[in-house]
């Protein structure tokens, strides 16, 4: 049976005005206990325009410094799931966070980002009516499996300031 994985803890302030949530952490984060820990994911350059700053060029624990001074809040939609390898289409028996009830401790909170379409078909049925109250994006995915290219993923991410004046 494929083993059993877990998710890390939501990265958030009562400032929070932007929440980007994932799927689930791949191998390489899960085993350095890091979000997008794999140097092909693309996430910290992407989010680096909404940030205001080059998250990829600091050290980890400056990224995620960086991102709440930006009010940018990161989570997972997955609390745990059974999974071989990293890829969101071999998640099995999948246990969601209830993101609806974070959202609700978050006073400032104004949208809600979906990295990729699993992240954001998941995410979406845990939101539930609640998703009334936020803007809600769907992104493309930072990870490298999905191939559009950094180029044509960049607009997309770089809407999000928008999103946190």
């Known amino acids: 049976m494929d083993p059993r994985k877990h ?20 191998e390489r984060s899960l085993a350095e206990q890091r979000y997008y820990a794999h140097p092909q994911n693309q ?9 205001g700053r080059d998250l990829a060029a600091l ?14 809040g990161l989570w997972d939609v997955v ?8 890829t969101d289409a071999a998640l099995r028996d999948v246990e969601g966070h209830d993101i609806a009830a974070l959202a609700a401790t978050l006073p400032n909170l104004r949208a809600i980002a979906f990295n990729g379409g699993t992240a954001f078909r998941t995410g979406s049925r845990q939101l539930g009516s609640a998703a009334q109250r936020y803007a809600i994006v769907a992104l493309p995915s930072s990870s490298p499996l999905h191939t559009i290219g950094f180029e044509k ?3 997309h991410w770089e ?5 946190l004046e």
């Not at 998710?7 to 791949?26: K, M, Q």
Request: glycine share 6%; proline share 8%; net charge positive.
């Open 7 to 26: 998710s890390f803890p939501p990265v958030v302030d009562a400032h929070v005005r932007l929440l980007v949530l994932g799927s689930l952490p791949g």
């Open 43 to 51: 996430f910290w350059r992407l989010a680096s325009p909404a940030a």
């Open 59 to 72: 050290d980890y624990d400056a990224r995620l410094g960086a991102l709440l001074a930006a009010h940018i």
């Open 79 to 86: 609390a745990s799931a059974r999974r071989m390898g990293s």
């Open 153 to 155: 993923k960049l607009p």
């Open 159 to 163: 809407a999000l300031r928008s999103l």
